[in-house]
């Protein structure tokens, strides 16, 4: 890679890295399935206006735009909201590497590497250690679950963008991101009521506008963009290791922002976390089972 291509990526994994102090920024306003809703009615409109239809069957950007999309970010924000550090979210969250490998072994018949199954279980065992860690005193194991839950939605809509293998990245983003919205804001006016959407409706701070829009041009326009620029012009196996820099500038911003501090046995799992991303990723080839985007934003 060009030193200006390395830089991007760098710039890409720092943008996803903080998007998750973002997020925890937007929730002390916005209703979590609220924030969801409106992360996706930002980046629709108006680029569903000026940018093709991919050339993909429907039924692909129903189900992308329904497990990468409306599952993935929903669960993750719930989680969030019910207390999931951030830090340690930017984290948990990529186990969709793990996920993906899972679900293209049974749908696809991938065998993965064994170096990639050893990763894989490498950073399961990770998780479980940061899991063993929690009482529900500090932070409620049902905020974990959730994002764990997210992460495997992300698989199935990666397993899902690897079968359409849509020849345009971002309009394939655009329009997935169709789908998501109105059950979105149905299952928000449903559980968390027209009451507390009006509430944060009349309650907008420039802080929330600022998240929603961290949230939608940087994080997805910019970083999506990029991402598939650089995965266009490289082999996967070169620009995937990038993505171990979002759990570390996640849970490093964290520590600076929000105070997050984690005890050694969560320190200890996230160790054992990175360390098994890292073989998963190197054992990508250009044609592997893993092409997949960090810190929450779908494949193409």
Known sequence: MTRRHIALAVAVAVVWGLNFIV??????????????????????????FLVKRPRVPARYIIGVGAFS???????????????????????????????????????????PHRRQLAGALL??????????????????????AFVVAGSAAWGIGNVITRIAKPDDAVSFLVWTSLVPPIPLLLLSLLVEG??????????????????????????????????A???????ASTVSPFALVVP?????SAAVFVHETPSLAEVAGAVVVIAGLAMVTRSVRPRGVIEVLPAGEPVA
């Open 23 to 48: 997020i925890d920024e937007g929730l002390k306003l916005f209703p979590p399935l609220l924030f969801v809703t409106l992360r996706f009615m930002v980046v629709l409109f108006p680029a569903i």
């Open 69 to 111: 999309g409306a599952m993935q970010f929903g669960l993750l924000f719930v989680g969030l909201s019910l207390g999931m550090p951030p830090g340690l979210a930017s984290l948990v969250v990529q186990l969709q590497v793990v996920f993906t490998i899972a679900i293209a072994a049974l749908v696809l018949g991938e065998r």
């Open 123 to 144: 950073a399961l065992a990770g998780v479980g250690l940061i899991a063993s860690t929690r009482t529900g005193a500090v932070v409620p194991l049902a905020g974990l």
């Open 194 to 227: 027209p009451a507390r959407i009006a509430t944060a409706g009349r309650s907008l701070t420039v802080s929330a506008v600022l998240a929603l829009l961290y949230v939608a041009f940087l994080s997805t326009g910019f970083g999506y963009a990029t991402w």
């Open 229 to 235: 620029f650089l995965l266009r012009r490289y082999p």
């Open 248 to 252: 570390v500038v996640g849970l490093a």
